[in-house]
């Protein structure tokens, strides 16, 4: 069964960089698949950040792509996510999610963890 | 950026009745559509692929059709644990963009 774990810091000062990780236990991300992120703001709904494969290999949302870096750490089997620049617009449940089989679907999920843009 | 809009934004619907939820796409999407599942508090889950695949351990009451620009999913026969929000999501052109989301309630 795989399962990924998302991790980091709960409150992020404005103009600082929100950096979280995804940790996959029950799949090697070595093996294959696109792995990527998604948040949702309270109360509103869902948005794909980007997805970044074993190789490196990354597709970024246009309107956050001048923010967003992926990286990926096949020994640790992990996955990253730094947005930089963050404004009370980025405050959201951010999830860890695996692209179905050549599709940018979501076929698993993190529980996700909230992070709050606040000074 | 293909919008995707769903109806009714609420619908209220009595346990073991079916209910009928509609998803519209901006522009054609062809099947590249998935339906999910989210409950208070959870991740969502992801519930039909390809417009009318059944992922993995969903029950077959959960059904999608539709192709284009037009999708509905249905639910025969509600169940209990079935009351949560439902969202589309169209994955023809990156990078894939979901609707704003059905809330199935208790009648």
């Known amino acids: 069964q795989v399962q990924l774990q998302e991790s980091g810091p709960g409150l992020v000062k404005p103009s600082e960089t929100l950096s979280l990780t995804c940790a996959v236990s029950g799949y090697s991300i070595s093996s294959g698949y696109y792995w990527g992120w998604i948040r949702q703001p309270p109360g509103k709904g869902l948005e794909w950040i980007g997805s970044?494969?074993?190789?490196?290999?990354?597709y970024y949302n246009p309107s956050l792509k001048s923010r967003v870096t992926m990286s990926v750490d096949t020994s640790k089997n992990q996955f990253s996510l730094k947005l930089t620049s963050v404004t009370a617009a980025d405050t959201a449940v951010y999830y860890c999610a695996r692209r179905g089989s050549g599709y940018n679907y979501a076929d698993y999920w993190g529980q996700g963890t909230l992070v709050t843009v606040s000074s | 950026e293909v919008v995707m809009t769903q109806s009714p934004a609420t619908l209220s619907v009595s346990p073991g009745e079916g209910a009928t939820l509609s998803c519209r796409a901006s522009q054609s999407v062809s099947s590249n559509l998935a339906w999910y599942q989210q409950k208070p508090g959870q991740a969502p889950r992801l519930l039909i692929y390809a417009a009318s695949t059944r992922a993995t351990g969903v029950p077959a009451r959960f059904s999608g059709s539709g192709s284009g620009t037009e999708f509905t999913l249905t639910i025969s026969s509600l169940q209990s644990e079935d009351f949560a929000v439902y969202y589309c999501?169209?994955?023809?052109?990156?990078?894939?963009?979901f609707g704003q989301g059905t809330r199935l309630e208790i009648k």
């Open positions: 970044i494969y074993q190789s490196g290999s990354t």
């Open positions: 999501q169209q994955y023809n052109n990156w990078p894939g963009t």
